[in-house]
């Protein structure tokens, strides 16, 4: 099995589980949102993330450490949850499931969640006319962009929402060209 089946096999029903907490709880875009800030913050401070994976730490330091810095400002029931999860020894997932909780708070307001990789960064104009162009794709009203750079990508971009792909970068034709060329070869 690999790493990234097991993230999502772990990662999907505690995402559920938050969910549900957010319905009943009548918060889903409170939670929506300070799981937003929480995958920035993971993101940005790469420290916090070893500090947090790292099993020789005691789950009660992480636990402090995790009120210190949220305490007032994340939803409670986000914050027990996060706690949760130290105590269980599945912190290390934590930008897994709030990443699918995101997927499925979206999904449950018509929201599409796309993941681009371009060779720059794209303009405001540039991401208005793909989020246009995905609104009519996916049939969905409210899409959101998560972009991220990768020059090695020469030009273009990659777009993925769910499991679909795609690829309009020139590294991608490239590839796709050396399997056409290299199928015609053997």
């Known amino acids: 099995m690999s790493t990234k089946t097991l993230v999502q096999q772990v990662s999907q029903p ?3 589980a ?6 009943k709880s009548n918060n889903i875009d409170d939670i929506l949102q300070n799981a937003n800030v929480i ?4 993101s940005e401070v790469t420290s916090l993330t070893e500090f947090l994976n790292n099993p020789m730490i005691s789950s009660q330091s992480k636990k402090d450490t995790l009120k ?15 706690l ?12 897994a ?4 909780y995101l997927e499925l708070a979206y999904s449950l307001e018509s929201f599409v969640t796309a993941d681009v990789t371009a060779s720059m960064n794209l303009t405001e104009q540039q991401k208005e006319k793909l ?3 995905l609104k ?15 020059s090695s990508l020469i030009a273009g971009f990659k777009i993925q929402i769910g499991s679909k792909v795609i690829d309009t970068s020139l590294r991608g034709q490239l590839v796709e060209i050396g399997y056409f060329l290299g199928a015609n070869n053997t």
């Open 131 to 133: 989020i246009n162009k």
């Open 39 to 42: 995958l920035q913050i993971l």
């Open 68 to 82: 210190q810095l949220f305490d007032k400002q994340l939803n409670d029931k986000l914050l027990t949850f996060v």
């Open 97 to 100: 499931i709030l990443e699918k």
């Open 84 to 95: 949760l999860l130290i105590d269980r020894k599945r912190i290390f997932y934590l930008s």
């Open 136 to 150: 009519q794709m996916t049939g969905k009203n409210n899409i959101q962009l998560n972009v991220s750079i990768d």
């Open 18 to 23: 938050l969910l549900e907490i957010a319905k």
């Open 14 to 16: 505690y995402a559920e």
